[in-house]
């Protein structure tokens, strides 16, 4: 069956929140949150905007790392606006993808369960009741989790502890300043300052007039970066006298703003209604208007607003993005919303350029854009988020015109907008692993457009798959039927033929496999329809061939999926060519060709990492498992059940309830307890549930790659890459704890993999490990 899919990573890794310079002296505090964290719950620090509360999360995070064997997770806030998006945001943050009917933050607790993580919440003070119902539910419903919170002020939770970060210390600019070091206003002064201009030392000369220049600014760390980043055009002198009665951070900041050019100024005030990140074609699209602000001079303005610290540039897979500091964005927004106009006309191109976006990424979906596609989406989702909100809050649907390339791209008046966004995204939201805010915002956006249109044809279907994705199979059919019968009497053959695709699926969930066959059959003899997507094609297809595996009518299902591979083939595509590579290794499961099943089941595998599929990955651990017992690697088949029960308690621990699913699962589970025996299962089964996602797969790949070489050792000595990794670490002498930093992975991952790595080897202890290593180098 089609699933859902985006984040492949497990629970090890800190933020999402880069530092964007370097790290100011917070040995303190640093301190003391160490020692907060190891005897509360929930540690909130507070503090004025400015003052780096992030940064130091951020770095405390880091420090504490080795004390969470499941690792730590930051969930950025500072993009949001809507505090239904909260509990959505932690569970993207997570890398869970709930599939399941239950509240939002009753999921969230329960598939953390037991867990040992830390949770860093940042920016709770735009969302302080929604943080804090977050917070409340997570420490209240697990027994394990930790907060770390940044607020402006405190949450009132229960056993909150506080740690207020004050501004930096400043030294008296009369007393001894010949060690830079000890000051470390001083010091991050004169790192930004050197950022701008590298010819910047602090000397004898200039450290009095840097510590003037500091202790006006009240040690802010926002206020003294953005006074360094003038330092290209102006001199220490001008710089003093341009703050000499400018203390405060919000006069600091108007005094910078006053210092930009009227171009740096508007483009400044117009990128503030971008949430999180942006890149440049973003930044052309919503603050150039071809009048005030040309393409090339919004360029020339992000370069200079980089300069002076305004904007943070940041590089990541070879992609640069921008973004501006949570307090220096609402300074723009207060600028933008002075200026007659402004603010709607700008969120109204931000809202076609996200719908410019969304048609273009749907209709190159079937293609071999997809890992593309997938991470820009991703990196664009507080973008995302903002613009649909302003198309349903009833402000985008007013609109003005705004001409150029965006016409004809939804912009407001039409009544609509909204509509058709969601319904664009249908992908995304289905195959990024976001149903369950991809249905938030389908539902308001029905509700607020009661019209019978193709824009709410389409928005009905995708609301009935999210909804059947998410287990409330009776409404998502519900749902869909009404899709499909608005679509017929509009004449839209095309969004029929979707609708019909979601009843199918739906039917398929319900294990009623005969008339399951009977649709997709229908549908497979009538062909693709003109504007059908191709994406849809394919999964009719997927799931033609899925209903006939179940039936036990593997030739057929063979024939099917090979007809579904060479569209995907054609098209370079690999979402949809995943699911019909796991159709094709059920199809030969059932034949019992184990050899040509673990074959379509590996390329499956690797696609679906590829393309970060988390429920398509879980299938197919599951798929694997049940190959392995047939095969009689009934060790591996229980490491791989330990696996896949891991990344199903992440989407749905019931497999969404279906038999189809759970009744292999349960025989693959039997097979192997009784071939092993309760002990060797249970610690297969523990090694494979603790491993993270990524090891998880290679392990599952690594098991497909024959049988080990005769100079890797004894038999049964044969080590996946990682495993190598770790026994060459222990070799160095290395702790399970160092391994776990070194690796960035969970300590526990790294206790299993040691313990993995003697059996394998028949090693008794690591000195004996360190020993084997070293004798074949």
């Given at each position: ?8 990573d497990?629970l ?7 530092e ?16 907060l ?5 929930l ?19 880091d ?7 499941d690792?730590?997770r ?25 599939h ?35 917070i ?8 394990h ?31 001894d300043l ?15 300052a ?44 001008q ?53 005030r ?9 992000v ?37 007659p ?6 969120r ?23 890992r ?58 289905h ?35 999210l ?27 095309a ?10 699926v ?45 039936l036990?009518?593997?030739d ?16 370079g ?25 673990a074959?379509?089941a ?33 060790e ?11 990344v ?35 610690k ?11 090891e998880?797969?290679g392990?599952a ?13 004894p ?42 790595i003697l059996?394998k ?6 000195s ?9 180098r």
């Amino acid at each position: 069956m089609g699933g859902s899919a985006p984040r492949q990573d497990g629970l090890a890794v800190v933020p999402g929140s880069p530092e964007p310079t370097s790290f100011v002296d917070r040995r303190a505090e640093l301190a003391a949150g160490r020692r907060l964290l190891a005897r509360s719950r929930l540690v909130t620090l507070t503090g004025p905007g400015g003052v780096g509360k992030t940064r130091l999360a951020t770095r405390l995070a880091d420090r504490v790392r080795g004390a969470f064997p499941d690792g730590v997770r930051f969930v950025g806030l500072a993009g949001l606006d809507d505090p239904a998006l909260v509990p959505h945001a932690a569970a993207d943050a997570l890398g869970l993808h709930d599939h399941s009917g239950r509240p939002p933050l009753d999921a969230l607790a329960g598939q953390l369960g037991e867990r040992r993580l830390l949770l860093v919440v940042d920016n709770c003070e735009h969302l302080p009741a929604a943080c804090a119902e977050l917070i409340a539910a997570l420490l209240h419903g697990t027994p394990h989790v930790r907060v770390l919170a940044t607020t402006r002020h405190r949450l009132g939770l229960l056993g909150e502890h506080l740690l207020e970060l004050r501004p930096l210390p400043v030294p008296d600019p009369d007393g001894d300043l010949s060690d830079a070091r000890r000051h470390p206003a001083l010091a991050l002064f004169a790192d930004r300052a050197a950022a701008v201009d590298p010819a910047f030392r602090l000397t004898p000369d200039n450290r009095a007039a840097v510590a003037r220049l500091c202790r006006r600014l009240d040690g802010l760390p926002l206020a003294i970066e953005l006074a360094a980043g003038r330092l290209r055009d102006l001199g220490l002198d001008q710089l003093e006298a341009g703050l000499d009665t400018r203390g405060e951070l919000r006069a600091t900041v108007d005094w910078s703003h006053s210092l930009c050019t009227a171009q740096e100024q508007l483009t400044w005030a117009r990128a503030s209604v971008l949430a999180g990140g942006f890149d440049l074609e973003t930044a052309e699209a919503v603050c150039a208007d071809g009048v005030r602000l040309r393409p090339a001079d919004v360029v020339e303005a992000v370069t200079a607003l980089v300069d002076k610290s305004v904007l943070i540039r940041e590089t990541a897979a070879g992609t640069v993005r921008y973004r501006l500091l949570d307090t220096l964005r609402h300074y723009g927004l207060a600028r933008l919303r002075a200026l007659p106009g402004e603010e709607p006309t700008a969120r109204l191109r931000q809202r076609t350029w996200m719908q410019h976006l969304a048609d273009t990424y749907e209709r190159a979906w079937f293609g071999p854009s997809q890992r593309h596609i997938v991470a820009r989406l991703k990196a664009d989702q507080d973008n995302l988020r903002t613009a649909l909100n302003f198309s349903l809050s009833g402000w985008g649907e007013r609109g003005e015109g705004s001409g150029g390339w965006d016409e004809g791209c939804g912009a407001g008046g039409e009544g609509g907008g909204g509509l058709r966004l969601v319904g664009a995204l249908w992908f995304y939201w289905h195959a990024c692993g976001a149903p369950r805010e991809g249905r938030y915002w389908v539902e308001r956006a029905l509700a607020a457009n009661p019209e019978p249109t193709a824009e709410r044809a389409r928005a009905l279907w995708v609301a009935g798959l999210l909804a059947a994705v998410t287990r409330d199979l009776v409404h998502g059919r519900r749902l869909a039927e009404e899709a499909r019968a608005l679509a017929l009497a509009l004449g839209d053959e095309a969004e029929a033929a979707h609708a019909g695709y979601v009843i199918g699926v739906i039917t398929l969930f319900l294990d009623d496999l005969p008339t399951a066959l009977a649709h997709f059959e229908a549908a497979a003899e009538r062909g693709r329809v003109p504007g059908q997507h191709l994406s849809l094609v394919g999964l009719e297809r997927v799931e033609l061939a899925c209903a006939l595996g179940f039936l036990g009518e593997a030739d057929r299902a063979v024939a099917v999926c090979e007809e579904a591979r060479r569209l995907c083939e054609r098209h370079g595509e690999e979402w949809v060519h995943s699911y019909v590579l796991r159709m094709l290794a059920l199809a030969h499961t059932v034949r019992r060709d184990w050899p040509a099943a673990a074959r379509h089941a590996h390329h499956a595998l690797r696609l679906k990492l590829a393309v970060h599929d988390v429920t398509g990955i879980a299938l197919t651990l599951d798929l694997l498992a049940r190959i392995a017992t047939g095969t009689g690697a009934h060790e591996h088949a229980a490491l791989l059940l330990g696996g896949a029960d891991r990344v199903w308690s992440d989407i749905d621990r019931d497999r969404w309830g279906s038999a189809a699913l759970r009744t292999p699962r349960e025989d693959s589970e039997r097979r192997a307890r009784e071939a092993l025996g309760e002990p060797a299962y249970e610690k297969a089964y523990r090694y494979g549930r603790e491993l993270e996602l990524t090891e998880l797969v290679g392990h599952a790949l690594d098991e497909g790659r024959g049988t080990p070489d005769p100079a890797d050792g004894p038999k049964g000595s044969h080590l996946t890459p990682r495993e190598s990794q770790v026994a060459d670490l222990v070799a160095q002498g290395l702790a399970n704890h160092q391994i776990a930093d070194r690796l960035v992975i969970a300590r526990r991952t790294a206790e299993g993999h040691v313990e993995r790595i003697l059996g394998k080897l028949g090693l008794d202890n690591r000195s004996q490990l360190a020993a084997w290593v070293t004798a074949r180098r």
